[in-house]
C-alpha cells in the first residue's frame, strides 16, 4: 500500500496563509471523508487539529482548517503564528489501516 | 483527563522479543479502538496495527504482520503489542493512540502517548 503523498517543506511569514496538500488515491482520500492531519512540535508526540476532512477538535484555533478535492486534502493555517512551526502529517483511512504521508515541515520566517 | 502511558522499550538484539505496554485512563477504554502507531529516527508516521473496542478484530501492517500482535485487557484497560523477530528497521519511537469515536477502528487519532523508544541493535 502506498503511502499519502504531501510536500516536504512549506514556509510562510507570520500573518501570511499557508496551504498543504494531502494526496492520496480514489481508494483512500478520495473514497472516505476520515482524513485527519496532526501537528507535531520536535519531541513531542503528534496532535489532532483537524479530523473527518474539515472538523476541528475543541482547543484547536479556528486559523485551521481543512477542505477535500477528489483525491486531495488541504490543511490551510490562516494568520500564520510563530508556534505554528512544526511537522504536519495527513492520515486517511482505509478499511482496516491508517496511511500517513511523509510529513510537512512548516516553517515561519 | 485521558492518559496513555506507555512502558516495557528499550534495547533488544535483531531476532529479539519485546513487549510494550499502554496504561490507560480517563476515558471508558473498552468503548474504544485502539493503535499503535511508530515513528523511526528523523522520520514520518508509520501505522502499525488497530484492534477493535471488544479485542474481537486486529489489523496490522504488512511491515509487521506475522512478527507483531496487538492485543487489549479491558478488564486493566491495558493495551499491548508483542514484537517479535525484531530487526533494525523495527528501531522507533511507539506511540500508543485513541480512536477519535467510540467503536470505531483507524478513522482518527485524538489522543497519543508519549511515546517509547524501542532501539534493536547488536
Known amino acids: 500500500q502506498s503511502a499519502l503523498t504531501q510536500p516536504a517543506s512549506v514556509s510562510g511569514s507570520p500573518g501570511q496563509s499557508i496551504t498543504i496538500s494531502c494526496t492520496g488515491t480514489s481508494s483512500d482520500v478520495g473514497h472516505y471523508n476520515y482524513v485527519s492531519w496532526y501537528q507535531q512540535h520536535p519531541g513531542k508526540a503528534p496532535k489532532v487539529i483537524i479530523y473527518e476532512v474539515s472538523n476541528r477538535p475543541s482547543g484547536v484555533p479556528d486559523r485551521f482548517s481543512g477542505s477535500k478535492s477528489g483525491d486531495t486534502a488541504f490543511l490551510t493555517i490562516s494568520g500564520l503564528q510563530a508556534e505554528d512551526e512544526a511537522d504536519y502529517y495527513c492520515g486517511s483511512y482505509t478499511p482496516g489501516t491508517t496511511k500517513f504521508a511523509g510529513g510537512t515541515k512548516v516553517t515561519v520566517l | 483527563e485521558v492518559q496513555l502511558l506507555e512502558s516495557g522499550g528499550g534495547l533488544v538484539q535483531p531476532g529479539g522479543s519485546l513487549r510494550l505496554s499502554c496504561a490507560a485512563s480517563g476515558f471508558a477504554f473498552s468503548n474504544y479502538g485502539m493503535s499503535w502507531v511508530r515513528q523511526a529516527p528523523g522520520k514520518g508516521l508509520e501505522w502499525v496495527a488497530a484492534i477493535d473496542a471488544s479485542g474481537g478484530a486486529t489489523f496490522h501492517a504488512g511491515s509487521v504482520q506475522g512478527r507483531f500482535t496487538i492485543s487489549r485487557d479491558n478488564s486493566n484497560d491495558m493495551l499491548h503489542l508483542q514484537m517479535s523477530s525484531l530487526r533494525a528497521e523495527d528501531t522507533a519511537i511507539y506511540y500508543c493512540?485513541?480512536?477519535?469515536?467510540?467503536?470505531?477502528?483507524?478513522?482518527?487519532?485524538?489522543?497519543w502517548g508519549q511515546g517509547m523508544l524501542v532501539t534493536v541493535s547488536s
Open positions: 493512540a485513541k480512536e477519535g469515536k467510540p467503536m470505531m477502528v483507524v478513522t482518527c487519532f485524538d489522543y
